[in-house]
């Protein structure tokens, strides 16, 4: 089955920098979008990134737009989250997400099928 595992999340200061990887077994992985998503204490999980099956092309949530950059390393079945100029209110657990297909676009938790545990960011200020 679809394993997703996540790491490189830690506890950073403000303007800091993480990178988050994801790495992804049980699947082709180059015929999946890839996502990423983040949930933070009493709220909801929320969209940050997305990147279509070859890596071309990228989607990101506008309060991330222009400090994350999402990408993947399709010989590896890794993707990637690189997080600069973080902000606390970036603190949340770092979800990977996997689905079947190809575009790069806004994607809801319902359109995903498999996830990963995820990995606690913590920006302090």
């Known amino acids: 089955q679809v394993q997703l595992v996540e790491s490189g999340g830690g506890l950073v200061q403000a303007g800091g920098s993480l990178r988050l990887s994801c790495a992804a077994s049980?699947?082709?992985?180059?015929?999946?979008?890839m996502g990423w998503f983040r949930q933070a204490p009493g709220k909801e999980r929320e969209f940050v990134a997305s990147?279509?099956?070859?890596?071309?092309?990228?989607y990101y949530a506008d309060s991330v737009k222009g400090r994350f950059t999402v990408s993947r390393d399709n010989a590896k079945n890794t993707v990637y989250l690189q997080m600069n100029s973080l902000k606390p209110e970036d603190t949340a657990v770092y979800y990977c997400?996997?689905?079947?297909?190809?575009?790069?676009?806004?994607?809801?938790?319902?359109?995903?099928?498999?996830w990963g545990q995820g990995t606690q960011v913590t920006v302090s200020s």
């Open positions: 997400a996997a689905k079947w297909g190809v575009r790069a676009t806004y994607y809801s938790v319902a359109d995903f099928g498999s």
């Open positions: 049980g699947l082709t992985f180059s015929s999946y979008i």
């Open positions: 990147i279509s099956s070859s890596g071309g092309s990228t």
